[in-house]
């Protein structure tokens, strides 16, 4: 059950912003949303995680909206290193830890 | 290590064969998952380990799949009687938090199996 919901592919130009959204509609309150990302033949790499507010890190920018029912991961100037699949998790909570529960996935080409 | 370290980085064996595959996290982890991703599809969750025990063995697909975790470092993936549809990546991943924590995971590159 991967509990989100991904484009299964996009394109982007070279140098422009890459918007890739995500639908978590069953996240739970105390839920966080992660990004990693796999490019071919590498293990899957981590991003960035938020619980509500929005964050950046020197990869990224994650947009949660209000209600937390989606968000949209934002790469400010994408290279050709950034082609790779992208994967949106909502992280599990339980007694048992908080394994992920990855999807297909997006796959991001980032066109010259 | 720096990094997770999987070995080996690619293994064929023949069908019926038993594997298995080793997986070193970074010094001080306590907890270490892996997944199984087969071509074109997501990742599939199979264990998770925190410390020496499993609390979660929900993905591991068939009694043919075995793992274990000893001093709290490396952990070893076994599968007995491999199967061509055990064909598959298969990812290690580790991090330091306690169940509850909110880091991120370290992924190593994977063991790529190829069953013939």
């Known amino acids: 059950d991967a509990k989100t919901t991904q484009p299964p592919s996009m394109d982007c130009a070279e140098g422009r912003a890459a918007n890739l959204p995500c639908n978590h509609s069953?996240?739970?309150?105390?839920?966080?949303v992660y990004w990693y990302r796999q490019i071919h033949s590498q293990g899957p790499q981590y991003i960035i995680h938020?619980?509500?507010n929005n964050e950046t890190n020197e990869m990224a920018s994650l947009i949660i909206t209000e209600d937390r029912k989606s968000s949209t991961l934002i790469l400010p100037h994408a290279t050709l290193r950034d082609t790779a699949v992208y994967y949106c998790i909502v992280r599990v909570m339980g007694s048992t830890g908080n394994q992920f529960y990855f999807g297909t996935g997006t796959s991001l080409t980032v066109i010259p | 290590g720096a990094g997770v370290s999987q070995s080996p980085s690619n293994k064929v064996t023949e069908k019926g064969k038993d594997v298995e595959l080793r997986c070193d996290p970074i010094?001080?982890?306590?907890?270490l998952y892996w997944y199984r991703q087969s071509l074109g599809q997501g990742l599939e969750f199979l264990i998770y380990f925190q410390g020496n025990s499993a609390p979660d063995k929900s993905g591991l697909p068939s009694d043919r799949f075995s793992a274990e975790r000893t001093g709290g470092s490396v952990s070893t993936l076994t599968i007995q009687r491999t199967q061509q549809e055990d064909s598959a990546v298969y990812l290690c991943a580790s991090s330091p938090q306690r169940a509850g924590g909110v880091y991120g995971y370290t992924f190593g590159s994977g063991t790529r199996l190829t069953v013939v």
């Open positions: 010094s001080g982890h306590t907890a």
């Open positions: 938020g619980l509500k």
């Open positions: 069953t996240i739970s309150g105390n839920e966080y």
